[in-house]
């Protein structure tokens, strides 16, 4: 049984930074892909990044340059570093599992693609 367990939100002011981490288990990494969604109130949700096991990344335009996908293998987990933060960042943060490496190619995430999701947390970020 797959499951991904978000931790490292909380609330920040405008400029300041925090560290998602997803921790993994029961899912297998080799040649797959995992990544970080979010959503705010009466938006739906969206791709954030992305990061297959071999090291390709996506990412959403409106995070490029702030924010940094990684993976520790080892640990079976997963990290978004978010930089420069912006009260636009503020929502319930994602991260997600998919069954094929096809969901790490191409320039934008498809939700459709990533099959298993975490309980998601927080991150509200003020003027």
């Known amino acids: 049984q797959v499951q991904l367990v978000e931790s490292g939100g909380g609330s920040v002011q405008s400029g300041g930074s925090l560290r998602l981490s997803c921790a993994a288990s029961?899912?297998?990494?080799?040649?797959?892909?995992m990544g970080w969604f979010r959503q705010a109130p009466g938006k739906e949700r969206e791709g954030v990044a992305a990061?297959?096991?071999?090291?390709?990344?996506i990412y959403a335009d409106s995070v490029k340059g702030r924010f940094t996908i990684s993976q520790d293998n080892a640990k079976n987990t997963l990290y978004l570093e978010m930089n420069s933060l912006k009260p636009e960042d503020t929502a319930m943060y994602y991260c997600?599992?998919?069954?094929?490496?096809?969901?790490?190619?191409?320039?934008?995430?498809?939700?459709?693609?990533?099959?298993?999701w975490g309980q998601g947390t927080q991150v509200t970020v003020s003027s």
């Open positions: 997600a599992a998919a069954l094929s490496p096809s969901a790490c190619v191409g320039s934008t995430l498809d939700r459709i693609l990533f099959v298993y």
């Open positions: 029961g899912y297998t990494y080799n040649n797959n892909c």
């Open positions: 990061i297959a096991n071999h090291g390709s990344t």
